[in-house]
C-alpha cells in the first residue's frame, strides 16, 4: 500500500510538471508577439525568451524524472526528490507574487504537495519483484604484495 501511495504521489507530481511544461511552451507564442511589440533592449528580449524556455525545459525534464523515480525509487536520492519539490514550492511563491495567472502557481503547488508527501513514504526496501536485476561486478584480479601498476 505504501509503494502505491508513493507511486501515485510521483505520478500525480509529475503529470502537474509536465502540464505547466506544456503551459508555458504552448504561450511561447504570445510571449514572442509580446516582446516583439515592446521597445525593450535587445539583450532584456532575449533573456526573457531564454529564461521562458529554459524554465519551461525545467518543468519538462523534473517531470520526466518524477515518472522514472515512481517507478524506480532508488534511481535518485530521496534528498533530490525533496530538494526539487521544495523548489517548486519557491517557484510557485515567485509566481504568485509576480504573476497575474494563478493557474500554474496552483499546479506548482499540488507538485510540491504531493512530492513532499511521496518523499515522506519513500520505500525503504523494494519488494522482491519490484527491483530490477543488478549485473553481479566482475572479480578483482588477484594482486601480489610486491606488484606495482604500470
Known sequence: MRLKSFRYCMLVGAMALLGVAIYYFANYVTLAI???NNNLQ???NQSIRALWLAFACQNL???LLYVVVAYR????TREVIVLLGLMQLVESMLLFAFSGSRFVAYL???TAVFILIGASLWPKKLPAGAAAPVAPEPPASPRTAGEELS
Open 42 to 44: 535587445p539583450s532584456l
Open 34 to 36: 509580446a516582446l516583439n
Open 108 to 110: 506548482l503547488i499540488g
Open 73 to 76: 525509487p532508488h534511481a535518485v
Open 61 to 63: 525534464l523534473v517531470g
